[in-house]
């Protein structure tokens, strides 16, 4: 059954087209994230930009990280049954955050990393062009070998005054903005009526989708970053479209989205299958199923996505959360068990260790730059504390019966 009405205009699809070729087009992009994923490439900048220091630390405490061999031979675990987890930690704030992280991973040679990292940070030009993202995904992918780092673009970040008139003279859009400064410009968001009101600035009303593409192409042609968070039913529609012909470059929905059951679960999958690639994939590599839903439910979703035909996507739940973004105790592990037990693959989250620590809140993701350097080592043990729960359950998930997968550098 074709689409009663088109999720893209003519127009939609003009402006996308044109802001893909505002960067030399798909193959380019693709090109320029391959070249920049390479670590002796990411290491050479970083060492320009000032942070060679960071990565040989980083390179240090690599050779002490634990082993997953090594905790199962110890334990005598064998993988008996179906359903396998996927370890994800989220909150990877930038470059002292990640290698304090890493210090105290290294120091306890106990715990295992994490395949996936989630960043809930606003891509600012100057992290993006610093050489603190880069460094981070060199941290995080090259050395600790995780598969996946998500990258969080909100579209109320502050952006140059030359960026939003670059981005307006390709597309032909004016943006409704006000100027922090002299030399920038932001949204205005009208739903903001908390701090943090609609994720403090994932508004996507009119057509700022262009603004969510624009920062994410401009993150991955200058880091390498190829996983991005994706917010809204619009910017998942633009995604799918914007990335049908750059292979690289994928998405990550985000249970805020609210795909709390299987009929808005179908909703998504149509927007997959509308704008599939060539081979068949879609640029959505992984859903968040939202907070709410059972382990029945879960598994009904992971079922009738696998029978879509469309290959690839994982579903992913979290197990803890921060205590400002649900109810309190929020603890979804027993029914993680239920859903791996069934058979099912599943991608487990961890928002928060589930001590309700300091600085292990929504809050913290969004703190100014210098906040967020002052309180560096604060946060680098909150991300420590998420990696142990996180390394913990995935070892329990394994004396069940069920693989886990981890991160490269905790496999020999």
Request: charged letters at 25%; proline letters at 3%.
């Amino acid at each position: 059954m074709s689409l009663h009405f088109p999720f893209l205009s003519k127009k939609d699809m003009e402006q996308i087209d044109a802001l893909k070729e505002s960067y030399g087009g798909a193959s380019a992009i693709e090109e320029s994230i391959k070249k920049m994923r390479e670590y002796p490439v990411r290491k050479k900048i970083a060492e320009k930009k000032g942070f060679g220091d960071t990565l040989e630390k980083a390179e240090k405490y690599a050779l002490s990280f634990a082993k997953v061999e090594d905790f199962i031979e110890k334990e005598n675990i064998s993988f008996t049954k179906p359903g396998v987890a996927t370890t994800q930690v989220s909150g990877w704030q930038g470059a002292p955050v990640t290698l304090r992280a890493m210090e105290r991973i290294a120091e306890d040679k106990e715990t295992l990393i994490a395949k996936e990292f989630i960043s809930v940070m606003a891509l600012t030009e100057d992290y993006v062009l610093n050489g603190e993202l880069l460094t981070t995904l060199a941290m995080a992918e090259n050395i600790m070998g995780a598969e996946k780092f998500c990258n969080t673009n909100m579209v109320s970040t502050p952006l140059s005054n030359k960026a939003y008139e670059r981005l307006e003279k390709i597309t032909g859009e004016k943006f409704d903005t006000f100027s922090p400064d002299n030399n920038s410009r932001a949204l205005i968001l009208k739903n903001m009526g908390t701090p943090f009101g609609n994720l403090g600035g994932v508004e996507v009303a009119n057509n700022n989708h262009l603004i969510y593409l624009d920062g994410v192409t401009r993150g991955a042609v200058n880091t390498g970053g190829d996983f991005f968070l994706n917010p809204s039913w619009s910017t998942i529609v633009a995604a799918c479209y914007y990335a049908r012909d750059i292979k690289n470059l994928s998405f990550k929905i985000s249970m805020l989205l609210s795909t709390q059951n299987a009929i808005q679960l179908r909703m998504l999958m149509n927007i997959m299958k509308e704008y599939l690639r060539d081979d068949g994939t879609t640029p959505l590599y992984e859903i968040n199923l939202g907070n709410g839903q059972s382990p029945e439910m879960f598994i009904q979703c992971a079922k009738e996505l696998k029978e879509s035909g469309i290959p690839g996507v994982s579903v992913a739940g979290h197990l803890r959360i921060n205590p400002d973004l649900g109810i309190a105790d929020f603890d979804w592990t027993e029914n993680a068990h239920k859903v791996l037990d069934s058979g099912t693959d599943m991608t487990i989250k961890y928002e928060s260790d589930g001590t309700s620590r300091e600085l292990d809140t929504m809050g913290t993701y969004f703190l100014p730059k210098d906040e967020r350097l002052a309180n560096s080592q604060e946060i680098g043990d909150v991300i420590y504390y998420k990696s142990v729960r996180c390394s913990n359950d995935a070892k329990e998930i394994m004396r069940k019966g069920h693989k886990a997968t981890f991160g490269k550098l905790s496999y020999r």
